[in-house]
Nanobody, 125 residues
Framework: VQLVESGGGLVQAGGSLRLSCSAS????????VGWFRQAPGEDREFVGG????????YYGDSVKGRFTISRDNVEKTTYLQMNSLKPADAAVYYC???????????????????WGQGTQVTVSS
């Protein structure tokens, strides 16, 4: 399984970015998908997750209402649309997948099987 994130970069506060994560080596539609982030010196933080069929999403409190997760199971890609970005959103963003069945709380709490290499997001004030 390989996950490759892209779309990170430098953006001004209040701006938007769209991250992509392309997956290979798996039947993508059967995997739970999540996004995490980690800033220097900080703990890893749950950003959000999306169920296999893409109909249900979950978000961390700090990004609710600003970030949107989606997935395209045919293209084997997940997206993280980030709006109204703040300096506090600056971090390395990782997409993650897991073949096990996930319920709602699992998306935030469980250890995912596979991680991407991460993409850096920097937000200037």
């Amino acid at each position: 399984v390989q996950l490759v994130e892209s779309g990170g970069g430098l953006v001004q506060a209040g701006g938007s970015l769209r991250l992509s994560c392309s997956a290979s080596g798996l039947t993508f539609g059967t995997y739970a998908v999540g996004w995490f982030r980690q800033a220097p010196g900080e703990d890893r933080e749950f950003v959000g997750g999306i169920r296999r069929d893409g109909r249900t999403t979950y978000y961390g409190d700090s990004v609710k209402g600003r970030f949107t997760i989606s997935r395209d199971n045919v293209e084997k890609t997940t997206y993280l649309q980030m709006n109204s970005l703040k300096p506090a959103d600056a971090a390395v963003y990782y997409c993650v997948v897991d073949s096990r069945y996930y319920t709602g709380s699992d998306y935030q709490q469980r250890q995912y099987e596979y991680w991407g290499q991460g993409t850096q997001v920097t937000v200037s004030s």
